[in-house]
């Protein structure tokens, strides 16, 4: 397409995030917004124009505009694969939200519906976006804590009355189990995982997960709907001190390793280990993560192939590894990613 005309993007779900879709396609100078699909109608007043509301996706890809080029798939998990095949059918580009399906076998299949029609699609992982994520992971790639040990994530806090279809795994540790993964430089090789099943609920609430990625280093996330306060952190512990976000706030702090001298002792020196040395919190300069991912899935269906989006091939890995957690919560055992597309 013309990389100067403004792309035309739809919604589907005007929903917790779906709603933040259509306000940014709405004002961004980029974009032109086509319209929304929810058969619950407008709940939140999301949209300047009502007739720009539609009650299918049919409805939509025959509106008098014609099809969008692309359209945010943000209805429940379960109604990905449907949204995307009638999508997809049509010529429309897809930014699906995550996690990408309720099951790895459904990913995969949209990922085989996206190819064969020749589509551009990716994946909301909007954690990627967070500004105090990537000056994180700018540093750890530019070397400033050395070798990495440990990438480690807390995302609790209280139960979200939109969640009805998936537990706490899928729904919120998606984002941590795509994040261990993107920034500790290699897949989740295994998992060990526990939950807990608290508020009367079919699936869990919380959970404990430990792992090691393909080239060593583990991780370790917290994950639950159980907490009474909201805390988003995530931190990176290397041989030259730890990294860590907040992810709520976008801040950014390092804490160095400290050279305790021991007067020509090296055994004790070896014994030591670290000390706390200087903290220093990052001037960071800030997007909103959502009109950051918007814009580069913009980018890629304007032909540029280093737009910084999660591929549809990672958002099926991210679902593999849930699917594994699960797994191994179920059986007490750790359990071997396997995710090939």
Partial sequence: MATDQPVRGAVLG???????HARILQSDAGMRFAGAVDPGGDRFGALRDPALLFGSVHELLAASGGPPDFAVVAVPTEEHLPAVRELAAAGVHVLVEKPLAATADEAREIIDIVRDAGLHGAVGHVERCNPALL???????????GEVFLVATERVGPFPDRVRDVGVVKDLATHDLDLVRWLGGGRVDRVAAQTQHRMGRAHEDLVLVTGQLEGGVAFNSVVDWLTPMKVRRTRILGERGMLVADTLRADLMFYENADVPTQGWPAMQALRGV??????????????????ELQAFCALIRGE???????????????????AVLASAASGQTVVVRASA
Avoid: F, K
Wanted: proline share 2%; glycine share 10%; no cysteine.
């Fill in 275 to 292: 000390a706390e040395g200087d903290m220093t919190r990052y001037a960071l300069t800030r997007h909103e993560p959502l009109a950051v």
């Fill in 135 to 145: 000056e994180l992971r700018r540093r750890v790639n530019d070397g400033q804590l």
């Fill in 305 to 323: 192939d280093d737009a910084l989006v999660v591929t549809l091939e990672e958002g099926l890995e991210t679902v593999a590894v849930a699917e």
């Fill in 14 to 20: 005007l929903g917790m995030i779906g709603r933040h």
